[in-house]
């Protein structure tokens, strides 16, 4: 009887212990073993896919992650964006934003890039292989690129994303020749360096450009707000912020602004067909968690004349580490050559350091599960 007892006792303890086992692993089910590859790319860029597909011809067989909406954005960054691209060579008669992504994406699996549509969410650049993770990927690799880019800085008022690519922009440089723009009234928010830079730029095709500043002085350097001031095609609007756009028609492109004076708040009519917002831009680096050296504004630093971090296998391409051009050309990281104020500025190209470093380590007969 007293063997029955026991046997009872141990049999429902057996059972209790195997349905908490059970309801564990159903609710934190084991995560898979880590891919394993030489050469792993974050971001979804021209820079990230240009690093996949010198990197996939030079048989590294990366593994790239290409983000799920990473900072609001689809896959292929900044110029999805976008509409019409005219100033990218080989393509006369210009390309939309999404259409050139989906050739550089196209291109990268062509040669052999192992892509995932995930979100990378935490690295470890303390030990090699380096880890990086998303929520139910990860990878260990012997070198990585970041070129996770950055997201231009938009301002949030009624209208403001209905006119997105209908007349409000955030790259002059990119949008500013755009036919509805020539021979118009246009408008530039902000008060730095960029600002002052974007308003000059658009002259050449706008026929007046209104400056909207939140103070009464501009924080830019004092050159470039000598240039602005002395450039008769512009016009400063001191002390006001937009407060919305409104559009030509029912279905019309972008007919105006709806301007405040924060000092009598009144609110006067502006009456552009172009908006640009100059107001910067975040780099997307806070998943990097602090372990690799950054700028004060967040922008990955690299050594001069090269794509290497302050992480020996760690480079970095593209808007991540430029805060200067922010251009899919410069950002591609080709052999392209910039010539600015007299001063020649060569575009490294991180893949080709990944190989080198890779080579150096002796690291290339790996192999990617």
Known sequence: ??????????????????????????????????????????????????????????????????????????????????????NFPGFPDGILGLDLMDRCRAQSLRFGTKIFSETVTKVDFTRTPFKVSSDSTSVEADAVVVATGAVARRLTFPGSKEYWNRGISACAVCDGAAPIFRQKHLAVVGGGDSAMEEANFLTKYGSKVFIVHRRDAFRASKIMQGRVMANPKIEVVWDSVVVEAYGEGERGPLGGLKVKNLKS??????????????????????FLDGQLELDSDGYVLTKPGTTQTSVRGVFAAGDVQDKKFRQAITAAGTVWVWFIDHEVYPRCMAALEAEHYLQEIGAQEGKTN
């Open 1 to 86: 009887m007293r063997f029955c007892c026991k046997l009872f006792t141990l049999l429902k303890r057996s059972k209790t212990l195997t349905t908490s086992a059970t309801a564990a692993m159903e609710s934190d089910p084991p995560r898979p073993s880590p891919l394993r590859t030489r050469l792993c790319i974050i971001g979804s860029g021209p820079a990230a896919h240009t690093a996949a597909i010198y990197a996939a011809r030079a048989e590294l067989k990366p593994i790239l992650f290409e983000g799920w909406m990473a900072n609001d954005i689809a896959a292929g960054g900044q110029l999805t964006t976008t509409t019409d691209v005219e």
């Open 265 to 286: 708040g009144e609110v006067s009519d502006l009456k552009v067909s172009g908006l640009f917002f100059a107001i910067g831009h975040q780099p997307a680096t806070k």
